[in-house]
């Protein structure tokens, strides 16, 4: 079982910056597995912002290319995600999942039964 803890969210102004982080504990044995970020603003659909693959490739929505990045520190078990050039509309509840990747989240699909999920850090940038 896996358990995810968000944390560094936060108020920013717009241009501000801010640095997600996603604590994984526990394992899926000795497979490895995607991650994501996600979001959702109140009265809009979750959305994808970034992705990680388990080899190590990186995807991002279009909305936040160039802004975010997305990455790993493997020996401390820590998605994180940089977010600059912070716009009012990434204001939302952002969230990180595990073994959910980045293709299931464009193609529209469920995470599966095996995917866990944080509990997520509220993000607000304010104009």
């Known amino acids: 079982q896996v358990h995810l803890v968000e944390s560094g969210g936060g108020s920013v102004e717009a241009g501000g910056s801010l640095r997600l982080s996603c604590a994984v504990s526990?394992?899926?044995?000795?497979?490895?597995?995607?991650m994501v970020w996600l979001r959702q603003a109140p009265g809009k659909k979750r959305e994808g912002v970034a992705g990680?693959?388990?080899?190590?490739?990186?995807f991002y929505a279009d909305s936040v290319k160039g802004r975010f990045t997305i990455s790993k520190d493997k020996a401390k078990n820590i998605l994180y995600l940089e977010m600059n050039r912070l716009k009012p509309e990434d204001t939302a509840m952002y969230s990180c999942?595990?073994?959910?990747?980045?293709?299931?989240?464009?193609?529209?699909?469920?995470?599966?039964?095996?995917?866990?999920w944080g509990q997520g850090t509220q993000v607000t940038v304010s104009s």
């Open positions: 999942a595990a073994d959910f990747c980045w293709w299931a989240v464009v193609a529209g699909l469920p995470a599966g039964d095996t995917a866990s």
């Open positions: 526990g394992s899926y044995g000795a497979r490895n597995y995607c």
């Open positions: 990680l693959d388990s080899d190590g490739t990186t």
